[in-house]
Nanobody, 127 residues
Framework: QVQLVESGGGLVQAGGSLKVACTAS????????MGWFRQAPGKEREFVAA????????DYADSVKGRCTISRDNAKNTVYLQMNSLKPEDTAVYYC????????????????????WGQGTQVTVSS
């Protein structure tokens, strides 16, 4: 059974940095792409970033491009999201997800394209 566990969320001041992590189990982590999404109260879940199985391809939402970096350590079954220059509008629950598609992969940005999800970690940015 695939399990994803996020960690590293917390409270940070605007302009600060935070790194969240997601550790996976129950599948061959290194074979699949991963994504990060976020959901603020009253809003739909939105794409943040995605990374290919090898880590060589990354994709970012325009809202975080230049401020966030997605990376992965396949030896540790972990994907990371480094967030810098945080803004109050970055406040949300951050979720990681695994994309089990094994064809000619391209970065996917829709929640329905992902197969398993973690429980989320809260990131709060104070102004």
């Amino acid at each position: 059974q695939v399990q994803l566990v996020e960690s590293g969320g917390g409270l940070v001041q605007a302009g600060g940095s935070l790194k969240v992590a997601c550790t996976a189990s129950g599948h061959t982590f290194s074979r699949y792409a991963m994504g990060w999404f976020r959901q603020a109260p009253g809003k739909e879940r939105e794409f943040v970033a995605a990374i290919s199985w090898s880590g060589t391809i990354a994709d970012y939402a325009d809202s975080v491009k230049g401020r966030c970096t997605i990376s992965r350590d396949n030896a540790k079954n972990t994907v990371y999201l480094q967030m810098n220059s945080l803004k109050p509008e970055d406040t949300a629950v951050y979720y990681c997800a695994v994309d089990l598609f094994r064809g000619n992969w391209y970065p996917r940005r829709e929640p329905y394209e992902y197969d398993y999800w973690g429980q989320g970690t809260q990131v709060t940015v104070s102004s």
